[in-house]
T-cell receptor
Framework: DTAVSQTPKYLVTQMGNDKSIKCEQNLGHDTMYWYKQDSKKFLKIMFSYNNKELIINETVPNRFSPKSPDKAHLNLHINSLELGDSAVYFC?????????????FGSGTQLSVL | KNQVEQSPQSLIILEGKNCTLQCNYTVSPFSNLRWYKQDTGRGPVSLTIMTFSENTKSNGRYTATLDADTKQSSLHITASQLSDSASYICVVSGQNSGNTPLVFGKGTRLSVIA
């Protein structure tokens, strides 16, 4: 019954590799997001999709490419991984794109680049 | 520049005691403010939302206040429990923030000890 689920929970990989993180929400929400939480626990938005359409693309290296096959899924593909990419990545969703909408977060994917 | 500052960075209290977490923001014009609780290894979960016209709101042992004039919010936890140990994140939404409406604080790490 998990509302927002993302896989894998942990991802350990070598520099230069390509990896993907998957996210699915079963809440019927229109909007999905990817956030990055660094070692200081600061959450930063990376991308937002509304009904499969990209609406937010913050200053993120183009090695990061989100893909939304349908509005219940938002996957994140990362090419040529670097040490600085190590962080916890959270997927989230909200009913709408509105400013006061509650975000529902997944449990996070801890990415470690060696 | 839109910013959200939280204090203290970390806090340790004894079980059963009360505590207050602070959030100061410069986001203007202001739309609303949410407090999230993030347990270790999990995604943040919304505790409450404060809109411009609200001064105080309670959710069980959590009471949030908002002073829109001084641009300050607080989260008061009464009779703390071990399960309150978590990071508490203040998130402010502006009215005219384009496609990036949310400004995140860095959180307060609360540890409740027996």
């Amino acid at each position: 019954d998990t509302a927002v689920s993302q896989t894998p929970k942990y991802l350990v990989t070598q520099m230069g590799n390509d990896k993907s993180i998957k996210c699915e929400q079963n809440l019927g929400h229109d909007t999905m997001y990817w956030y990055k939480q660094d070692s200081k626990k600061f959450l930063k938005i990376m991308f937002s999709y509304n009904n499969k359409e990209l609406i937010i693309n913050e200053t993120v290296p183009n090695r990061f490419s989100p893909k939304s096959p349908d509005k219940a899924h938002l996957n994140l593909h990362i090419n040529s991984l670097e040490l600085g990419d190590s962080a916890v990545y959270f997927c989230a969703s909200s009913r709408f794109r509105a400013r006061n909408e509650k975000l529902f977060f997944g449990s996070g994917t801890q990415l470690s680049v060696l | 520049k839109n910013q959200v500052e939280q204090s203290p960075q970390s806090l340790i209290i004894l079980e059963g005691k009360n505590c207050t977490l602070q959030c100061n923001y410069t986001v203007s014009p202001f739309s609303n403010l949410r407090w999230y609780k993030q347990d270790t290894g999990r995604g943040p979960v919304s505790l409450t939302i404060m809109t411009f016209s609200e001064n105080t709101k309670s959710n069980g042992r959590y009471t949030a206040t908002l002073d829109a004039d001084t641009k300050q919010s607080s989260l008061h936890i009464t009779a703390s429990q071990l399960s309150d140990s978590a990071s508490y994140i203040c998130v402010v939404s502006g009215q005219n923030s384009g496609n990036t409406p949310l400004v995140f604080g860095k959180g307060t790490r609360l540890s409740v000890i027996a």
